[in-house]
C-alpha cells in the first residue's frame, strides 16, 4: 500500500512539473508574441498613412506617426487632425523653411537621435518646429566666436578650403571640406551648415562658392 502512494505522489510531482514547464513555456511564447504586436505596430505607424511634403522647395515622404512623434511641436500640432493641412496641386504641403535642414529634423523624428551639425540657422530651424527642447543641441554663443586661423573640423577652423566669397553685406562665405562657413567682416563666425555626403544639405569637398545679390549661397 506503502509503495502505491509513493508511486502516485511521484507521479503527481511529474506531471506538475510538467505543467509548470508547459505553463513557462507558455509565457515566454505570451511575451514573445506581445513583443512581435509592439514590433509590427511600430511598423504600422511607420508605413502610413503617408505625407508629402515640400519644405523650401525640396521633397520628402513620411508618415503622420513621424511628423506627430513629438507632443506639443508644430508639426505634431500641424498634422494631428485637428486642423485642416493645404495641399498644393501635387498633394504636398508646402512649408516655406529650409528643405536642407529639414532633412536633419526628420531623420531625428524618426530615429530619435540628432546628428546634425550645431550652427545658429538650425536652432532657429528647431525654434520654428518646436522641438528645441526636444532635440540636445549644446547652445553656444556664435555670434562672440572669432575666426582663429586653425586646422581642423571644428567651428571657425578650415581643412581644405574649396572657395571664397564676399556677399553685398561684407560678409565672407568659406567652402571647406564638407561644409559652408559664414564669417563677418570681423572674422567672427556667423554660420555653419553642411554634412559629409551626396544629399540635400550634403557636400563632398565643394570646389566653389558664390553670393548672390540676394544674399544666396550657390555651392
Do not use: C
Request: hydrophobic content about 40%; cysteine-free.
Amino acid at each position: 500500500m506503502a509503495d502505491e502512494i509513493e508511486q502516485m505522489v511521484d507521479q503527481t510531482t511529474t506531471e506538475v512539473d510538467q505543467l509548470q514547464d508547459l505553463a513557462r513555456a507558455l509565457r515566454v511564447e505570451v511575451e514573445d508574441l506581445k513583443q512581435e504586436a509592439e514590433r509590427m505596430k511600430a511598423v504600422k505607424a511607420a508605413i502610413g498613412p503617408r505625407v508629402l511634403l515640400d519644405v523650401g522647395g525640396v521633397h520628402y515622404s513620411t508618415s503622420v506617426a513621424t511628423l506627430t512623434k513629438v507632443p506639443g511641436s508644430m508639426l505634431a500640432s500641424m498634422f494631428s487632425g485637428r486642423f485642416e493641412v493645404h495641399t498644393e496641386h501635387d498633394g504636398r504641403v508646402f512649408i516655406d523653411r529650409n528643405g536642407s535642414n529639414f532633412a536633419y529634423i526628420l531623420d531625428f523624428l524618426r530615429d530619435g537621435v540628432w546628428s546634425a551639425p550645431t550652427n545658429e540657422q538650425m536652432q532657429r530651424e528647431l525654434e520654428f518646429f518646436g522641438l528645441a527642447e526636444a532635440v540636445p543641441v549644446p547652445q553656444r554663443d556664435y555670434k562672440s566666436e572669432r575666426f582663429d586661423p586653425v586646422t581642423g573640423l571644428d567651428f571657425g577652423e578650415f581643412e581644405s578650403p574649396g572657395g571664397i566669397a564676399v556677399g553685398s553685406d561684407g560678409n565672407i562665405v568659406v567652402a571647406d571640406d564638407h561644409r559652408v562657413q559664414v564669417f563677418d567682416g570681423s572674422g567672427r563666425v556667423l554660420q555653419s551648415f553642411g554634412s559629409q555626403g551626396s544629399g540635400p544639405g550634403e557636400f563632398d569637398s565643394p570646389e566653389g562658392v558664390a553670393v548672390h545679390d540676394d544674399g544666396t549661397i550657390a555651392v
